[in-house]
């Protein structure tokens, strides 16, 4: 049987329907990356804001066709809106056979298994656990073949409340996950060709300070990692101001295969906004760590989340974040318009602040970061850069050129085009050093230098 899996949201929804393919290619089942050609569709959805919960709404209405062609075709729904709506799925689209929630994930190969032998089968899974999820470890190189990047959960859930956010709620607790866990996940996957992993977390600076952690902090654990033999490269995400640490800090000068590169969501600029957020840092806080984070590497790449429209913010806010994104000069940012989420603080905030209003600072936010952005990449323009070849490119191709798409160290996508003579010894998994020779404006071009 065929399966197709639909993912939305962030990187842990990447690393669970990763795992979920695997799983059920382990299981004998064959991956399709065409609905129309799927016996099993899943959806991993998300419902951080308003805008991709919509999408699985979309998502269904599209797929619905197929399922009234085939009604043995089985339909999951998972992730984040899954666990924030659970069963009331059901009312609305009734021809869905399975609902798991993020905790649910390990159990879904198995309970597909049980969908396909008793055709008139609901099933549920949306319980929180009271331990960290963990699952078998599978590394299907038929999978990994294409994906010399990984993607590796330290733990599950967030303890932070943010008033705006929906993630406690949708993710649970929490969780640390076992240090020899990740060790042994991190090692088969560099054992199977994996040259960069991304340990993953809401918080990874808060990891193991839970009554699950077994006594290694974050830091401890980028150490292990990073003594993998084979390992190329090690990122994580995502970081909170309140708890980076000193001594992480410091790790960006000692661990040689530490990526130059950290995202840091700041939020907002304003000390007023930032409480009311519940972030528990102010703007002062933050400018210090990034001062020290450039004082150990002077070329580390800073990125961040900013939400603008917040309940309450005022013009005068806005513009200390206008300040604080100039001041700190995000070499990117991804930017928010404030969405209510059901059950959060936030949502019973008031005053809102008007749609126009949020779309306006949005605009103006964005217009301020896209030229920071060029002049960040344009320090690349004529510099030699190691890149990890990703993948090939989708762009147009010329007569006996193969075109591909990798990653600086920075984390910045580089493109480049490869002569056909060439090819054997540029692949996805190599390293290879490119000039950037152009710079557009997201993103950055070169070519091959021996
Ligand atoms: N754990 C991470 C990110 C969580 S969600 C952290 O603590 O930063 C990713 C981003 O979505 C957040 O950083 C925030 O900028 C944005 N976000 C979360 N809830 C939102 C909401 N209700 N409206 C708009 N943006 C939101
Ligand atoms: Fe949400 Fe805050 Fe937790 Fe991040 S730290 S997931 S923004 S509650
Ligand atoms: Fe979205 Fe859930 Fe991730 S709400 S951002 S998929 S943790």
Not at 85 to 104: H, M
Not at 246 to 263: M, Q, S, T, V, Y
Not at 294 to 299: Q, T
């Amino acid at each position: 049987m065929k399966f197709f899996i639909r993912t939305f949201g962030c990187q842990m929804n990447v690393a669970d329907s990763f795992w979920i393919s695997s799983a059920l290619v382990s299981k004998g089942f064959e991956v399709t990356y065409q609905e129309k050609d799927a016996d099993i569709i899943l959806v991993n959805t998300c419902s951080v804001r308003k805008k991709p919960e919509e999408k699985l709404y979309s998502f269904l209405g599209r797929i619905y066709p197929y399922f009234k062609k085939n009604p043995e075709l089985i339909v999951g729904v998972g992730g984040c809106v899954a666990q924030q709506l659970g069963e009331k799925i059901w009312k609305k689209f009734p021809f869905v056979r399975l609902i798991f929630g993020t905790d649910g994930v390990p159990y879904v190969p198995q309970t597909i298994t049980k969908l396909i032998s008793t055709p008139s089968l609901k099933i549920s899974l949306l319980d929180f656990k009271d331990f960290y999820p963990e699952r078998d470890i599978v590394i299907e190189e038929e999978l990994l073949n294409n994906h010399p990047v990984a993607y590796v959960n330290i733990m599950q859930g967030c303890n932070n409340f943010c008033a705006y956010c929906i993630v406690p709620y949708t993710r649970g607790r929490q969780k640390s996950r076992h240090s020899e866990k990740v060790l042994e996940e991190c090692k088969r996957l560099v054992d199977a060709g994996v040259k960069e992993i991304m340990l993953l977390g809401q918080n990874v600076n808060s990891y193991g300070k839970d009554k699950y952690g077994d006594g290694v902090s974050f830091e401890d654990l980028l150490v292990k990692v990073s003594k993998i033999e084979g390992l190329k490269r090690i990122r994580f995400t995502t970081s909170h101001p309140k708890d980076i640490s000193d001594k992480l800090i410091e790790l960006f000068g000692k661990l040689d295969n530490l990526c130059p590169a950290i995202h840091l969501p700041l939020q907002a600029g304003s000390n007023r906004i930032l409480k009311l957020m519940g972030r528990k840092y102010l703007k002062e806080d933050y400018l210090r760590i990034i001062d020290k984070l450039r004082k150990v590497r002077e070329d580390i790449v800073i990125t961040t989340d900013l939400i603008v429209g917040f309940p309450g913010e005022r013009e005068e806010d806005f513009r200390e974040t206008l300040d604080m994104v100039k001041r700190v000069e995000f070499d990117s940012s991804f930017s928010f318009k404030y969405s209510d989420r059901p059950g959060t603080r936030a949502e019973k905030m008031e005053p809102k602040v008007p749609e126009e209003v949020k779309s306006k600072r949005l605009k103006e936010l964005q217009n301020i970061q896209d030229e920071l952005t060029l002049k960040s990449m344009n320090k690349l323009h004529n510099q030699t850069v190691e890149v990890l070849v990703e993948g090939r490119s989708s762009k147009q191709l010329k007569k006996g050129v193969v075109s591909f798409r990798g990653r600086e160290p920075g984390g910045r996508v580089v493109n480049f085009l490869v002569n056909k003579e060439m090819v054997p010894s540029v692949f996805i998994g190599s390293i290879v050093n490119i000039k950037i020779t152009e710079v557009k404006k997201h993103s950055l071009f070169g070519e091959v230098r021996k």
